[in-house]
């Protein structure tokens, strides 16, 4: 498998504009989670869907962010308006889910996001 | 009650040294620790992973020590290599949730 797979791998936009990133998980597993990594914060769980349904979006940090997963093997994160402070590397992880278990989660290899 | 509390921000270790990074947590219901390696320009993989149930696992070079009543574990690289050299994540979680709660991080430099 070729991992989770992230697109693009930089975008670099201006302020105000929409930016939507996205991500392919890896074939089977069914839990998708979106991260934000900066400096200062960390990295942050910004979402988490299970077979497709959003399960916590406690850490989307305002209604700019959006976060959808039409299918299995698909999902997008939308920021619009975009601002400054919203640059930062963005991730895209998957794990298989086993019951009762907690799973290993595969990162992306990221999008590093910059608003001008 | 969430948090998981790093330490150091940053470590210099030389090659051949013994690194070593600390993580205190509060909720006792936390039951699954592990460890997540960053490599500049790479998403964290996972590392080396623990549960409550024992005090200490090691895989190679890497070693989690676990204290079930001080609530803190850590993580230990013998013989440090360049190689480590990378930003190295703790996290937790309990009951087969999903959802990790990640510590600070920590940067290790392994100098020769």
């Known amino acids: 498998d070729a991992g989770v797979i992230q697109s693009p791998r930089h975008e670099v936009t201006e302020m105000g504009q929409e930016v939507t990133l996205r991500c392919k998980p890896i074939s089977g597993h069914d839990y998708l989670f979106w991260y934000r990594q900066t400096m200062m914060r960390g990295l942050e769980l910004l979402i988490y869907f299970n077979n497709n349904v959003p399960i916590d979006d406690s850490g989307m940090p305002e209604d700019r962010f959006s976060a959808k997963m039409p299918n299995a093997s698909f999902s997008t994160l939308k920021i619009q308006p975009s601002e400054p402070r919203d640059s930062a590397v963005y991730f895209c992880?998957?794990?298989?889910?086993?019951?009762?278990?907690?799973?290993?989660?595969?990162f992306g290899p990221g999008t590093r996001l910059t608003v001008l | 009650q969430q948090q998981v509390k790093q330490s150091p921000q940053s470590l210099i270790v030389q090659k051949g040294g013994i690194s070593i990074i600390n993580c205190a947590y509060e909720n006792t219901a936390f039951d699954y620790f592990p460890w997540y390696q960053q490599f500049p320009g790479k998403g964290p993989a996972l590392l080396i992973a623990i549960r409550p149930d024992v005090s200490e696992k090691k895989e190679g070079r890497f070693t989690i020590s676990f204290n079930k009543s001080a609530k803190q574990f850590s993580l230990h690289i013998m013989d440090s290599q360049p190689g480590d050299s990378a930003t190295y994540f703790c996290?937790?979680?309990?009951?087969?949730?999903?959802?990790?709660?990640f510590g600070t991080g920590t940067r290790l430099t392994i100098i020769p």
């Open positions: 996290a937790a979680n309990y009951g087969g949730n999903e959802k990790l709660t």
């Open positions: 992880a998957s794990s298989p889910g086993r019951a009762g278990i907690t799973d290993t989660q595969y």
